[in-house]
């Protein structure tokens, strides 16, 4: 099926950087949107940013002017840059990309990559 690795969480101080990776691999014939999303403790899954195959991309107005979400589509990868990282920024993050498979039994989908812990410690 189709595999989304991420990598570059980790834990930083008030106003530090990271940035995420989140490579997609496997039968993929194409892929739409990626995007990230976030899930903090006690409270529901967001959106966080998101970019379409042509590079249009939108976020939630708490990260909008800090975060940049980007995407290498020769790589099938997309990225997140986090700059001026906040406490309540702190959050699993996880990789979503809208996949449409190849091969027998084309299928167009939702595929979640594992998720990465992002902590922001004051």
């Known amino acids: 099926q189709v595999q989304l690795l991420e990598s570059g969480g980790g834990a930083v101080q008030t106003g530090g950087s990271l940035r995420l990776s989140c490579a997609a691999s496997?039968?993929?014939?194409?892929?739409?949107?990626m995007g990230w999303y976030r899930q903090a403790p006690g409270k529901q899954r967001e959106l966080v940013a998101g970019?379409?195959?042509?590079?249009?991309?939108n976020y939630v107005d708490s990260v909008k002017g800090r975060f940049t979400v980007s995407r290498d589509n020769t790589k099938n990868t997309v990225y997140l840059q986090m700059n001026s990282l906040k406490p309540e920024d702190t959050a699993v993050y996880y990789c979503?990309?809208?996949?449409?498979?190849?091969?027998?039994?084309?299928?167009?989908?939702?595929?979640w990559g594992q998720g990465t812990q992002v902590t922001v410690s004051s």
């Open positions: 979503h990309a809208v996949v449409t498979t190849a091969g027998f039994g084309v299928v167009r989908k939702g595929f």
């Open positions: 970019i379409t195959n042509d590079g249009l991309s």
């Open positions: 496997g039968n993929i014939f194409s892929i739409d949107s």
